[in-house]
């Protein structure tokens, strides 16, 4: 089996998922993972996909034919799964500004760690009017990183930042 991941973007409309889902299983595709989004009318979409190396060209033809996408598709590499990092899940809120997922970012590369999943949002707060961000970073921390030396950076960046976590 060959792991495909799958990048889609294009307009949004109704049934688009049912499409994509349709093409990977007629061409004897395993949809295992995916991320999908509907950003300003636009549909964006990560999925990972297992398919026999058999039907790998005819699955790829058929994703590229798909009408008013822009499809784009890598090969996974195997992971380093004899040394597995510990992940955690941040909940990160602050009061928005330009710059706050590039400082967050940059934070958490200086310890070393890795960002694996980000989904951030921004929301006025309810009373106040005053945009907040809010995201849920899942984070791969190098061995023997301790978290509260990552949660005490993040929140060294300013002091309206709160950071949980929860299990990844």
Request: aromatic fraction near 2%; avoid cysteine.
């Amino acid at each position: 089996m060959k792991q495909l991941v799958i990048t889609i973007l294009g307009l949004d409309r109704p049934g688009l998922v049912e499409e994509i889902s349709s093409t990977v299983l007629n061409h004897h595709g395993n949809w295992l993972t995916s991320n999908l989004s509907h950003l300003a009318g636009h549909f964006a979409g990560i999925i990972e996909v297992a398919v026999p190396e058999e039907h790998l060209q005819e699955l790829q033809d058929s994703l590229h034919a798909l009408e008013k996408l822009e499809v784009r598709i890598e090969t996974g590499v195997d992971s380093l799964a004899d040394n597995p990092a510990e992940k955690l899940n941040f909940v990160i809120t602050g009061n928005d500004r330009p710059g706050i997922v590039q400082e967050l970012a940059g934070v958490i590369r200086h310890k070393g760690a890795n960002i694996t999943h980000l989904n951030s949002k921004q929301q006025s707060a309810p009373n106040w009017g005053v945009p907040i961000f809010s995201a849920v970073a899942t984070v791969e921390l190098p061995n023997g990183m301790n978290k509260d030396e990552v949660v005490a950076a993040l929140e060294a960046i300013t002091a309206d930042l709160i950071v949980d976590i929860e299990d990844a």
